[in-house]
């Protein structure tokens, strides 16, 4: 493709309008937003609102008058219509870390009998450590976590499956799992499924209900823009949540909280996977986050995702000339996520070059170069530009240089 087509079809982009809806740095690439979405400008307004007015003027009446009591189900509410959920099936909650213990721990509850958590090895590793630490604490007659390769996760499901935790898209590769084929292997075998949606919420038409899921988790400050540590979300379908129980009962999830009562009565509805008091000021940077993806079109947003990811691998390959640079995952759009990860021996320089040149994307251990394709701010021609300026660091080894080696706490 030229750099005209790519003009071309930035012309014709039914999203283009949205990239005025966010703050971004004049001339930077951001190639970043599924680690880290940047602001939508409503949410600098809603902040200054809610810490002059709801906060400083509201003061604790705000819990009623600026209805901050209702926002952890209000803005679940709208992102169960981005993941093909009822309204009352999410709430805003803690991180994810945090809500898969929970809901791991809820799917044994539902599954007595049943002690094996099953997951895929090289899933994102908060996962696995939260399935970890959830073993440790009940012991192996009630709970173990087995993880096999993702080749043999299918036939790995079995009698004693309590639940199978899959993150959507993974976080490396990109590799998309089919979401209803899985689950509808996992209840074959009376398992129950939870689903990681890190990397899909926002990016990835995802239809939880369509597919039969049970339970799921995802993170809002990727391409939700809900901004660092935003509050995670939960989805516990209907037919679940007058049984699952939570291992972190707190007052918010208890049936009455104003009640004041000394002893744990669960809501029978979503608010019981709720712990303590909602983080209002991140609950208010994220409802303006989720307010803007609703004015897209889901299918719109994933195919203009998947199309700026595919024309960056066809740029890069095409342009580039290191036989070092090795795509890692899949290739057809079905089969992926809106990331490409680029394996390379000295990935972690390359990034570092990159970023040198206002082109950010990010490093994952021990050698992926990691480039997300955010499709509301994202243009064509941006896209053919960094493939054009990778495909220039490679073939200089721009990145050949010790500050670039310096390894960053956080890469
Ligand atoms: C698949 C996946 N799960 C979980 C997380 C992070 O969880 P938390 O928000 O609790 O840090 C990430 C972060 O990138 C992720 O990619």
Same mark, same amino acid.
């Given at each position: ?15 283009a ?33 809610v ?69 895929? &090895? ?31 996760? +299918? ?15 993974? %976080? ?13 292997? &996992? ?5 129950l ?16 209900n ?7 988790v ?18 516990? &379908? ?25 002893? %744990?009565?669960?809501?029978a ?14 609950? &208010? ?24 990811a ?49 082109? +950010? ?29 990778l ?10 240089r ?10």
């Open positions: 493709m030229t750099r005209d087509e790519a003009l071309a079809l930035d012309a014709g982009d039914p999203l309008r949205f990239r005025a809806g966010f703050a971004l740095p004049h001339g930077l690439i951001y190639l970043d937003g599924n680690s880290l979405g940047p602001p939508p400008l409503a949410v600098h307004e809603r902040l200054a609102e810490s002059h007015n709801e906060w400083g003027e509201g003061l604790v009446r705000s819990w009623n008058s600026a209805r901050w009591i209702e926002a952890p189900l209000r803005v679940g509410g709208k992102i169960a219509r981005l993941i093909g959920a009822q309204p009352h099936e999410v709430t805003v909650a803690d991180s994810t870390t945090v809500n898969l213990f929970k809901l791991a721990a809820g799917a044994l509850s539902l599954k007595p009998g049943r002690t094996t958590i099953l997951s895929e &090895a090289g899933n994102f590793p908060t996962d696995l450590y939260a399935l970890q630490g959830l073993a440790a604490l009940l012991g192996p007659g009630r709970a173990r976590l087995r993880t096999v390769p993702p080749e043999d996760l +299918v036939a790995a499901i079995g009698e004693d499956t309590a639940a199978v935790v899959l993150t959507h898209v993974h %976080y490396k590769t990109s590799r998309r799992w089919d979401l209803a084929a899985v689950t509808a292997a &996992a209840h074959a075998k009376g398992a499924m939870i689903w990681d949606l890190c990397h899909s919420v926002g990016a990835i038409a995802v239809d939880l369509g597919a039969g899921a049970d339970l799921a995802g993170c809002s400050y990727k391409y939700l823009n809900g901004g660092p540590g935003a509050p995670a979300f939960l989805f516990v &379908a209907e037919r679940h949540q007058a049984q699952i129980a939570s291992p972190l009962s707190g007052w918010m999830g208890h049936a009455e909280p104003f009640a004041f009562e000394d002893g %744990y009565r669960p809501a509805d979503i608010r019981g996977q709720i712990t303590g008091t909602p983080p209002i000021l991140g609950l &208010a940077a994220l409802e303006a986050g989720v307010d803007l993806q609703l004015q897209a079109d889901p299918a719109q947003v994933e195919a203009k995702g998947l199309a700026l595919g024309l960056f691998v066809r740029q890069v390959e095409a342009a580039a000339a290191d036989p070092a640079l090795r795509l890692t995952g899949p290739r057809g759009p079905t089969a992926r996520g809106l990331h490409v990860s680029f394996a390379h021996p000295e990935g972690y320089a390359l990034v570092q070059a990159m970023i040198a040149r206002g082109i +950010v994307g990010d490093f994952r251990a021990p050698d992926i170069a990691r480039f997300g394709f955010s499709p509301l701010f994202l243009s064509y021609a941006q896209v053919w530009d960094a493939a054009q300026a495909a220039e660091v490679l073939a200089t080894r721009a990145w050949d010790p500050e670039f080696r310096a390894r960053a706490a956080v890469t």
